[in-house]
């Protein structure tokens, strides 16, 4: 089984400055990690993925999240937020090896990302 | 064009009725799920169903029915609505894996359906 720790429940940051979201996992095998954003009153949105090859990954927005084996780590960062970027984050785990092709996302508890001016 | 959609958008009841929320995709993909996000925004999964065969179960009670008339659509009928109900219950769809070769396929979400029992 996989679970997922999203330590930060709120993280308020002024506009243009770097942003870190953090997100751990734990699993028995190996995994599927995901960074999801949820805009007020909308569904998910995928935001990256890494499934294997590079551990930095980027994906939309200006997003990039780097695969940490060992720390069992897949930190969410930004350089530069921008107030348009205030959402919920989400961080989401699946197991490999499922051989059936069906895939069960597990989902972190979510951070919320407040930019202000 | 809407990929995946629910409707209704809002959902205002009464504790004790019958109610259901539709789900239609339009991507051709073969696997669609349920989710329930609840007040403090966890999401966790509910239904999985494949080419309308359920292959994900959790522990749901069995007020909760999915009906998957054809693959493109995922209903959720909810009986006996109770106070603990209300959430925002997201559809999701994505391709099965394994089949196209691909080791991952997304799962694409629809816009949500907000379920408050009163």
């Known amino acids: 089984a996989q679970s997922v720790t999203q330590l930060d429940s709120q993280v308020p940051v002024f506009e243009e400055a770097p942003v870190e979201l953090r997100c751990n996992y734990s699993s028995s095998v190996s995994v599927y990690l995901f960074w999801y954003v949820q805009y007020p009153n909308q569904g998910l949105q995928l935001l990256l993925k890494y499934l294997s090859g590079s551990t930095l990954v980027k994906g939309i927005n200006g997003f990039e999240a780097e695969f940490n084996k060992s720390q069992t780590s897949f930190h969410l960062r930004k350089p530069s937020v921008h107030i348009s970027d205030t959402a919920e984050y989400f961080c989401?785990?699946?197991?490999?090896?499922?051989?059936?092709?069906?895939?069960?996302?597990?989902f972190g508890t979510g951070t919320r990302l407040l930019v202000s001016p | 064009d809407t990929a995946v959609s629910q409707t209704p958008k809002y959902l205002v009841t009464q504790m004790g009725n019958d109610k259901s929320i539709k789900c239609e995709q339009n991507?051709?993909?073969?696997?669609m799920y349920w989710y329930k996000q609840d007040s403090k925004k966890f999401l966790k999964i509910m239904f999985s169903y494949n080419n309308k065969e359920l292959i994900i179960n959790e522990t749901v009670p069995n007020r909760f029915s999915p009906k998957s008339p054809d693959k493109a659509h995922l209903n959720l009928h909810i009986n006996s609505l109770e106070l603990g109900d209300s959430a925002v219950y997201f559809c999701?769809?994505?391709?099965?894996?394994?089949?196209?070769?691909?080791?991952?396929?997304?799962?694409?979400f629809g816009p949500g359906t907000r379920l408050t029992v009163l």
């Open positions: 989401a785990v699946s197991g490999r090896g499922m051989n059936t092709g069906f895939q069960k996302l597990v």
């Open positions: 999701a769809s994505s391709p099965r894996t394994g089949l196209s070769g691909s080791s991952y396929n997304e799962q694409f």
């Open positions: 991507l051709g993909h073969d696997t």
